[in-house]
C-alpha cells in the first residue's frame, strides 16, 4: 500500500497551550508527563482501516457530559488526502458515546495551521445507554481513517489556512 501520511506529535508549546485552553487542570509537570507519554496513533491490526489515537488525560463521562481531549498529535498527507476521524465502534454501542462533530474532518492543509494542525477530540456522552465511559491515559478513544478526495469540475478556490477549528469557513 502507498503511504500517504504521517503522524507526528505537535510542539509541546502547542500541546501546553492547548491544555490550557482547554481549562485542564494539570500542573507543569503533569503537562509534561502527558506529553512525554503521547502515543501516536496505529492500527491495532494489519486488516485495520483505522488509526487508534490515545488519550493523553484521564476523564469519566457520565450521561450529558463531554469533554475534548487534546491528543497532541498532528497528521501531515498528500495533497488530495483527507483525515476522518470516528468514534469507536465500542463506545457507541456499548456507553452511547459519540464525536460531538460525529465525524471530525483533518483538511491536508490544517498541517500547517497556528496550531501546527493539533487534533482534538471531543466526546460526548449523550445518556441513550445510560451508563458511563470511563478512559485513561493511553486509552484508545477515537479512530482515524485515512481517505482520497476530489474537487468539483470548476473548482477556482485558492485561499490559505491559518487557524484552527472551522478557521476555513470564517
Known amino acids: 500500500m502507498e503511504t500517504v501520511a504521517r503522524f507526528e506529535k505537535v510542539s509541546f508549546e502547542v500541546f501546553r497551550r492547548s491544555c490550557s485552553d482547554l481549562g485542564l487542570t494539570l500542573n507543569t509537570d503533569e503537562i509534561i508527563t502527558a506529553y512525554e507519554e503521547i502515543r501516536l496513533p496505529r492500527r491495532a491490526t494489519k486488516g485495520s482501516a483505522g488509526y487508534d489515537f490515545f488519550s493523553t488525560i484521564d476523564f469519566s463521562l457520565k450521561k450529558g457530559d463531554s469533554v475534548v481531549v487534546p491528543t497532541g498529535i498532528r497528521c501531515k498527507m498528500n495533497e488530495g488526502w483527507v483525515l476522518s476521524i470516528y468514534p469507536r465502534s465500542g463506545h457507541g454501542f456499548k456507553t452511547g458515546v459519540r464525536l460531538a462533530n460525529t465525524v471530525g474532518i483533518i483538511d491536508q492543509d490544517y498541517y500547517f495551521s497556528d496550531n501546527e494542525g493539533h487534533i482534538m477530540v471531543k466526546l460526548v456522552n449523550d445518556g441513550v445507554m445510560g ?3 470511563s478512559a485513561g491515559v493511553g486509552d484508545a478513544i477515537c479512530q482515524g481513517v485515512l481517505l482520497p478526495f476530489g474537487i468539483a469540475e470548476g473548482d477556482d ?14
Do not use: D, P
Open 157 to 170: 478556490v485558492s485561499a490559505v489556512r491559518n487557524g484552527g477549528f472551522g478557521s476555513s469557513g470564517k
Open 131 to 133: 451508563k458511563t465511559l
